[in-house]
């Protein structure tokens, strides 16, 4: 099996949620004795093959831009090699799967060998160029939300793909998240830990809409308001920082707020976790925030991993966050509002109420994302591929004469009007077409209009991309 893959793969540490899980299956497969070759990006950090495993080689040898995103801003010439150089290897193996989508190179899947694409988000353009280039043979995504924006959007000029898309959602291995000791990573991370201390988590990349900038809010209202002098917020210094200067330029701003709010001592930037650390990370914390607005396409990995290892976590609800988890296992948000938050980590950190039940969290983890069932899953879709006929771009069909219209599935309805993951933020609608979507999920221009709500209106909605029109055989 040949795997492209644009993100790193490295020997020992884990660079994302979407490498993570590429890492997984590839050393499953490994041992359940297929012969798997990953190509991934060569960075000066990582430039030599390498054994992952039995049965897995990992290759990084495509000169692609070292880090993510703008992968192909690349030498023209590094570009051709990785072209021919990708051919050359799909000639020499039964199954070609492309990890998080990200291959523009359309011509190299047009080779008559099964081919599968992932998608693991559905924002930046290698992906969104890689979903709406796909001819091929199957889809997999890891969230029915995902799954409906490529419906939404791919499936308006190319009706056949969501009959080639496969639901698998991540799996989380609890045999290794859980609750354990925290010696090695208050070692590694220069944290003494005193019992008064209250340390909150936010185990992501160091960027704003990773919901790094509500947290230091979060700590200065602690600090101010609570008089939590003690609480920590650890934040990880991101492992492509050295070979990305924009990554610096977020460290700095991290460090220029904190001083600002008046918390610097508060916050803990420390070295990128090693993966077989993450447990004693997530027992070490008192809460795991997840406040960013970045659109995930499942909801971070770390909020699963965290509640495996009894940590509660508080999620804004963007993207698939709204979704993965239902309401009830662990407190959500609406993006930005920062005094629901403050309360709810109040009433987490002083256990003033039942908010968080640490047992039936984990068993929930454990029932709906069991890590077994996703490597399972991955391998009988990778192995059971068959080449299959190319789907027609643009089919010729009759207009709908009776359109039925929704909500689109990057948005949802708040109290502070509707949240749109593309525009990161609120949009406001009449209080009409307010109505009509609190009582109709579906409706037709009819219906609409009993509601005073005009033709127009749906045209400037679905501009808006706050509506999306139902496609024939939707539901």
Not at 53 to 75: I, M
Not at 105 to 111: T, V
Not at 445 to 460: K, M, N, P, S, T
């Amino acid at each position: 099996m040949l795997v492209f893959s644009l993100g790193p793969v490295f020997p020992e540490h884990v660079h994302g949620g979407s490498q993570k899980v590429l890492r997984d299956v590839a050393l499953y497969l490994g041992r359940r004795g297929h012969a798997v070759n990953i190509y991934c990006v060569e960075r000066r950090d990582n430039a030599e093959p390498f054994a992952l495993g039995p049965n897995v080689t990992v290759w990084p040898h495509l000169r692609f831009k070292e880090t993510f995103p703008s992968s192909y801003k690349a030498a023209p010439h590094d570009l051709s090699d990785i072209a021919v150089l990708l051919h050359s290897e799909i000639q020499k193996h039964d199954v070609f799967y492309i990890h998080d989508s990200g291959m523009n190179f359309s011509f190299l899947c047009e080779q008559r060998l099964p081919t599968v694409l992932s998608l693991r988000d559905f924002i930046y353009p290698e992906t969104l160029v890689g979903a709406f280039n796909f001819s091929r043979d199957r889809i997999i995504v890891n969230s029915d939300m995902t799954k409906d924006c490529v419906r939404c959007t791919v499936g308006r000029f190319l009706p056949g793909v969501t009959e080639r898309i496969r639901v698998i959602p991540n799996g989380i291995d609890t045999s290794r998240f859980s609750r354990t000791r925290i010696e090695t990573i208050c070692d590694l991370i220069g944290l003494g830990v005193e019992p008064r201390d209250h340390i909150l988590l936010c185990p992501h990349r160091p960027e704003s809409r990773k919901g790094v900038f509500e947290a230091l809010d979060l700590v200065a209202r602690l600090r101010n308001r609570h008089g939590m002098l003690g609480v920590k917020l650890l934040i990880p210094d991101y492992v492509d920082r050295p070979l990305n200067r924009d990554l610096e330029g977020h460290c700095t701003r991290i460090e220029t707020s904190a001083r600002e709010l008046g918390v610097s001592e508060n916050v803990v930037l420390h070295r990128w976790v090693p993966h077989q650390l993450m447990p004693e990370y997530y027992s070490l914390g008192s809460v795991t925030l997840c406040l960013g607005n970045f659109i995930e396409a499942f909801g971070p990995n770390v909020c699963l991993e965290s509640l495996a290892c009894g940590t509660p976590v508080v999620l804004s609800r963007v993207g698939a966050q709204r979704t993965t988890l239902p309401e009830g296992i662990t407190p959500k948000v609406d993006y930005g509002d920062l005094d629901t938050v403050e309360r709810v980590v109040m009433d987490l950190l002083l256990r003033r109420e039942l908010v968080f039940d640490e047992h039936a969290a984990r068993e929930f983890v454990e029932k709906h994302f069991a890590y077994e069932k996703m490597l399972s899953a991955y391998e009988e879709a990778l192995c059971s591929v068959q080449v299959l006929p190319g789907l027609e771009r643009f089919p010729e069909r009759a207009a709908s004469t009776h359109p039925r219209y929704s909500l689109a599935p990057w948005c949802c309805m708040t109290g502070r009007g509707v949240y749109h993951d593309y525009h990161y933020g609120y949009e406001q609608i009449d209080a009409a077409v307010r109505t009509l979507l609190a009582v109709r999920q579906s409706f037709s221009l009819q219906d609409a209009g009993g509601f005073g709500v005009e033709q127009e209106d749906i045209r400037a909605l679905l501009k808006r991309g706050i509506l999306v029109e139902e496609l024939s055989g939707d539901g």
